[in-house]
């Protein structure tokens, strides 16, 4: 129903409104709003715009929700000093990428589409059987098996 305003450090302010739902927020300098505040009767919500969010734990950090979703517009790590890595689904894991490496050393890109149509050709040369001249080396297959009634 009513607002309460306060001037803070460096030209930001806190603003308190309360109403249908209970808001703090605060605002940068500009009017931007910075960090966002909302106590509704389903909880709290919580939005933070800020040039940088580092948050530090001495023993863990956890986050349980429905729906995690992580969206950036450059590089994203997941990095591991010491111990592993796990991703556990329920369900199918979906990785995509324009290439996916596991354990391998980044091959150098080709400069051209022709570039690449040469080196597969190269690795497609280089399979072929030397005893047969132009087949392809196959591995040994099981005999056929034999039909117990004759």
């Given at each position: 129903?009513?607002?309460?305003?306060?001037?803070?450090?460096?030209?930001?302010?806190?603003?308190?409104?309360?109403?249908?739902?209970?808001?703090?927020?605060?605002?940068?300098?500009?009017?931007?709003?910075?960090v966002t505040i909302v106590i509704t009767p389903d909880g709290p919500s919580v939005r933070l715009r800020a040039?940088?969010?580092?948050?530090?734990?001495?023993?863990?950090?956890?986050?349980?929700?429905?729906?995690?979703?992580?969206?950036?517009?450059?590089?994203?790590?997941?990095?591991?000093?010491?111990?592993?890595?796990?991703?556990?689904?329920?369900?199918?894991?979906?990785?995509?990428?324009?290439?996916?490496?596991?354990?391998?050393?980044?091959?150098?890109?080709?400069?051209?589409?022709?570039?690449?149509?040469?080196?597969?050709?190269?690795?497609?040369?280089?399979?072929?059987?030397?005893?047969?001249?132009?087949?392809?080396?196959?591995?040994?297959?099981?005999?056929?098996?034999?039909?117990?009634?004759?």
């Amino acid at each position: 129903m009513g607002a309460t305003k306060l001037a803070l450090a460096y030209g930001r302010s806190l603003e308190l409104r309360s109403g249908d739902a209970d808001t703090l927020q605060v605002r940068s300098a500009t009017g931007e709003v910075e960090v966002t505040i909302v106590i509704t009767p389903d909880g709290p919500s919580v939005r933070l715009r800020a040039v940088d969010i580092e948050v530090e734990a001495a023993r863990a950090i956890r986050m349980r929700c429905e729906t995690f979703d992580l969206q950036t517009s450059g590089d994203a790590r997941i990095a591991a000093a010491h111990g592993g890595v796990t991703i556990h689904a329920c369900d199918d894991v979906d990785l995509r990428g324009e290439r996916v490496l596991l354990n391998a050393d980044v091959p150098p890109m080709p400069a051209t589409w022709e570039a690449f149509e040469e080196s597969c050709a190269r690795r497609a040369a280089a399979s072929i059987s030397p005893n047969r001249p132009g087949t392809v080396e196959r591995e040994a297959s099981a005999p056929d098996s034999v039909d117990s009634d004759g």
